[in-house]
């Protein structure tokens, strides 16, 4: 059993089913809307007859009325594939006050491919550095996930981030539409990120971010000069924290504005979380914002 | 500045305290993997500057609020006299002023100002501790070591007396007492800087001094305490002058009330003469009244003496006026002059019908040389100047204290007498007069009465003049500017010159208004000189006690102090001599020296005033700060709080995370 796997927490979230917001392309007949017609039991709309379609969906009330062949289209379910994008740069590692950032991002990608795969859909994994060096490809098995939960588990931090690479190579490598979920602390440039956002949005993913950050991190309170080393290529700062914690929340400030700014502009659902949030109101708001209004 | 608790001093060290935590903190700091590092470093490029400085003011407060809660500690007292760093003073010579003037009282205490300076004085010297002291009193000039500040107060040589102070003199003795000094050395002047004890007109000494001062191997720090400001109430009595004739004695007075009073005000006034005594009420119209007092001596008296006394006010050394007189004698005048008006009109001047008291001898200019003789009070000279033996004669009398008028020869003259001589006589245009028109109302012949009423000169007129030309002081001009009347001194004696002669033919100077008064004034000027044979001021060489003599003194006016016999005011007897001593006149000079005429004469001493010092309720010359230091802690630590206050408009960046509440356990 994996330390980030919450039973508990998963049997009270089964309920809630993972919707995509976009039309997705799958194999086989699942329960999310596709973009082509299909058999689903659900009307979608009526078109002229051509030769060749199949004279058995001939809507024959409509010929009555109207002496013309009309073709009745019914909206097609498919499956969902989801890739979940998990940032292991070094600073991914850092804790202060919460649990550590990679941690974090274990439990919510963990939790969320559970649900996936128990609804049906497929999971896949994408764990990046300086360049992408581990995928698990998405499957629809329930013995794909321990595939899934060990790779997360084995997971170990380190070196500068290769996070937009790895995004660039998502979104040229998955043909079809997919739910992409980021996980990571987007500690790069903003311009640079919203491209490979905009880039998989040109591509129709449906995307997730959820930008973890430690509280430490939002808080920036010490009681001491600290000597500061960075944990992704090893600079080092000896700073009284104090003196510059106005100028550091303001750049933070700024960096998070355009980050979100970003992410409104390519349409992706953006989280900002710190590690000590608690995960199950995260994934249950998470979760709700995303089904059909109809739903609600 | 001193501290009463120098101990505490070494918590000044403490001021270090807050930089040394800096320090050690920034050496000792805790090392943290960070994730976020690019804000970090763009903050910390970003506070460099403004940051750093308020960093830095923050540490200044606490060291300046932990050092001025030391300093308070330790009790430091602060004064102008003492000085920074006063602590290692190893001599103070104590220059102080025993003079009339210094024994007002202020308006505010009922001791003087010298006895208050003296307090302060021996208060700061007891906080100095073991610093030499020697005083330097203006009445006797010695320096004299005081073993004890606490024996200051009772010595004789601090006492009161009437003499009057003269600075140059005393600092002249401190530099000279300084050449033999060694160490760190400070002078203090205890002054009421009263201009006339400080000579500041006599560049020359002034300069010796400084130049004194600055050739010293270590020139010593001046502390003048300026004992000025509000006095009590007070009015004084001076004696200008007194001249017996026959049996009574005519005594010139002046009362004056000091500062800005207004109205009249009234004042008993007692005379005591040979241990009568008597009490008249006096009315004083204004500031000041001059007067003359006719004391009736009794029959047969030759010689005696007394003085005359207001009541005990702010300032009880100036409320007396001392006087003694001899044996009457009369005023004899010798007029010099061919026969004629002119002679006739003088002769009347100079012994008006009635007065025994004044006699006159008429001669003519040949026989003048023989007519001359000591016991002349004037001569009154309406001849071409003397020449040869004559004027020889008459230099000696001028020598003695004898008065000389020459009026004018009435002809053409080429003869000089001191540089001086005639002009040739003149006439207005016609139908015009030579109209006196100016003259000196306080100074001369024409000045004003006593009793303050003018002479009617503006009545002179005359047809024909002569000017008298050389070097004299002018004292009446006449309408065009010409001089009318001059006077050259000339030693103890003043020859007086007069532009036109009493006769119809050149002037109505013979209508008394002019030549009564100017003939009296010269002949009672020449008397006085026998009446002043008994008035002497302190201080005076006429004062000193000559070898063989001893000093009596005669009156009880005041409690005699045997010890400032030689500076106190009174009737005494030296030997054979009778002498009314009275305090200087210029004592009695209200004038305060100002700070540009004590820059002037302290030029280059980098001398420090401290004022107000003789203040009754300013306790001490040394002030007490350590409420000021403690405010100074409060001032600092209340400043690095605010400036530690975190930035109102800090960004809250909790309140953008939706979710963040600590984690259920």
Redesign the interface.
Same mark, same amino acid.
């Given at each position: 059993m994996h330390s980030f796997i919450d039973n508990a927490l998963l049997s009270r979230l089964a309920a809630l089913p993972i919707e995509s917001r976009v039309p997705m392309l799958g194999n086989v007949v699942g329960k999310h809307r596709s973009p082509h017609r299909g058999s689903s039991v659900e009307f979608a709309e009526y078109r002229k007859y051509v030769p060749g379609d199949d004279t058995r969906r001939l809507d024959w009330k409509a010929f009555a009325r109207s002496d013309r062949f009309f073709i009745k289209e019914f909206e097609a379910d498919t499956n969902l594939r989801a890739y979940f994008v998990v940032d292991a740069s *070094?600073?991914?590692?850092?804790s202060?006050k *919460?649990e550590a950032?990679i941690q974090y991002a274990r439990r919510i990608a963990a939790s969320l491919a559970y649900l996936l795969v128990n609804q049906g859909d497929a999971a896949g994994l994408s764990i990046c550095t300086d360049k992408l060096h581990l995928e698990v490809p998405p499957s629809r098995r329930a013995a794909h996930l321990e595939r899934f939960f060990s790779t997360l588990d084995k997971l170990e931090p380190a070196g500068e981030t290769g996070l937009i690479d790895a995004l660039h190579t998502i979104a040229e490598k998955i043909g079809r539409r997919a739910f992409v979920v980021i996980l990571s602390?987007l500690?790069t440039d903003p311009a640079v990120f919203g491209d490979v956002l905009q880039h998989l949005r040109y591509r129709k993913h449906d995307i997730s971010v959820f930008h973890l950050? $430690?509280?430490q %991190? =939002? $808080?920036f309170e010490f009681e001491?000069?600290?000597?500061? +080393?960075?944990?992704?290529d090893g /600079?080092? #700062? +000896?700073? %009284?924290p104090n #003196? =510059?914690? $106005?100028?550091?929340?303001?750049? #933070?400030?700024d960096?998070?504005t355009a980050v979100r700014s970003k992410c409104h502009d390519a349409s992706a659902d953006y989280q900002? +979380? /710190?590690t $000590? /949030?608690?995960l199950e109101? #995260?994934l249950r708001?998470f979760l709700t914002a995303r089904l059909p209004k109809s739903k609600h | 500045m001193l501290f009463l608790s120098p101990m505490f001093l070494w918590f000044l060290a403490a001021a270090s305290v807050p930089v040394l935590i800096h320090l050690i903190n920034r050496r000792r700091h805790k090392t943290l993997q960070w994730a976020a590092m690019q804000f970090l470093l763009k903050a910390a490029r970003q506070s460099r500057g403004k940051k750093k400085l308020r960093h830095i003011l923050i540490l200044t407060c606490r060291a300046l609020g932990i050092a001025a809660l030391a300093v308070a500690a330790a009790r430091p007292i602060v004064s102008g006299l003492i000085g920074w760093g006063g602590g290692s003073i190893d001599t103070v010579i104590f220059l102080l002023d025993r003079s009339t003037s210094m024994e007002i009282k202020p308006g505010d205490g009922l001791d003087t100002r010298r006895q208050i300076v003296i307090k302060k004085v021996r208060d700061a010297m007891a906080d100095l501790g073991a610093a030499r002291f020697v005083l330097i009193d203006s009445a006797s000039s010695k320096p004299q070591e005081i073993p004890s500040p606490e024996i200051l107060a009772d010595l004789s040589a601090v006492a009161a007396t009437d003499t009057a102070a003269d600075f140059p003199a005393l600092l002249a003795r401190a530099a000279e007492f300084l050449t033999d000094s060694t160490g760190r050395t400070e002078v203090w002047l205890a002054s009421d800087l009263q201009s006339s004890n400080w000579h500041p007109e006599d560049d020359d000494r002034w300069a010796a001094i400084r130049a004194t001062l600055a050739a010293l191997p270590k020139s010593p720090a001046i502390r003048v305490l300026s004992i000025t400001g509000p006095t009590a109430t007070n009015s004084s009595v001076r004696l200008l002058g007194t001249r017996r004739t026959g049996d009574e004695l005519l005594i010139d007075l002046e009362v004056v009330r000091a500062g800005d009073v207004r109205g009249s005000a009234t004042l008993p006034l007692t005379t005591h003469l040979n241990g009568a005594r008597s009490t008249e009420t006096l009315t004083l119209p204004g500031q000041s009244l001059r007067f003359q007092k006719r004391v009736a001596l009794p029959a047969g008296s030759d010689t005696g003496f007394g003085w005359l006394s207001i009541p005990v006010d702010g300032n009880a050394r100036d409320n007396a006026a001392f006087f003694a007189y001899g044996p009457a004698r009369p005023a004899k005048s010798l007029i010099v002059s061919s026969p004629g008006e002119n002679a006739d009109y003088l002769e009347l001047a100079a012994a008006p019908p009635g007065l025994d008291s004044l006699s006159t001898q008429r001669v003519d200019p040949e026989q003048a040389a023989n007519a001359i003789t000591a016991d002349l009070s004037a001569i009154l000279w309406a001849a071409p100047l003397p020449t040869g033996t004559t004027a020889e004669k008459i230099k000696g009398f001028l020598t003695s204290g004898g008065q000389v008028l020459f009026l004018a020869p009435g002809g053409p003259s080429n003869i000089t007498f001191n540089d001086l001589k005639w002009s040739d006589p003149s006439e207005p245009p016609a139908g015009k007069f030579f109209i006196l028109k100016d003259w000196n109302h306080s100074d001369g012949l024409l000045r004003d009465g006593i009793d303050g009423t003018p002479v009617s000169a503006h009545r002179l007129k005359a047809i024909r003049r002569q000017i008298p030309l050389g070097t004299a002081i002018p004292l009446a001009r006449w309408e065009d500017g010409e001089p009318a009347i001059t006077r050259r001194v000339v030693d103890r004696g003043s020859a007086w010159f007069l532009g036109s002669i009493a006769d119809y033919t050149w002037s109505n100077l013979g209508d008394a208004d002019v030549l009564l008064p100017a003939v009296q004034r010269i002949i009672a000027a020449g008397a006085d000189r026998f009446d002043t044979s008994y008035l002497a001021s302190v201080g005076s060489d006429t004062a000193r006690i000559l070898p063989g003599e001893t000093r009596t003194r005669l009156d009880d006016q005041d409690t005699p102090d045997p010890a400032n016999a030689e500076h106190l005011a009174g009737v005494f007897r030296f030997g054979d001599r009778l002498l009314a001593v009275n305090r200087p006149p210029q004592e009695d000079a209200p004038e305060i020296l100002t700070r540009e005429a004590l820059d002037a004469v302290l030029e280059g001493t980098h001398y420090t005033l401290l004022d107000q010092a003789g203040q009754a309720n300013d306790p001490s010359l040394a002030r007490d700060v350590w409420r000021a230091f403690i405010v100074a802690v409060l001032f600092f630590f209340i400043a690095e709080a605010l400036l530690c206050l975190p930035n109102k408009q800090a960004i809250n960046l909790k309140s953008e995370i939706p979710n963040s509440k600590p984690a259920t356990p």
């Open positions: *070094g600073s991914m590692k850092f202060n *919460g950032k602390d500690f950050m $430690d509280p %991190e =939002i $808080d001491r000069p600290h000597r500061f +080393v960075d944990l992704e /600079t080092s #700062l +000896v700073a %009284e #003196l =510059i914690a $106005d100028e550091y929340k303001t750049a #933070l400030h960096f998070l900002l +979380v /710190t $000590d /949030t608690p109101p #995260l708001e | -």
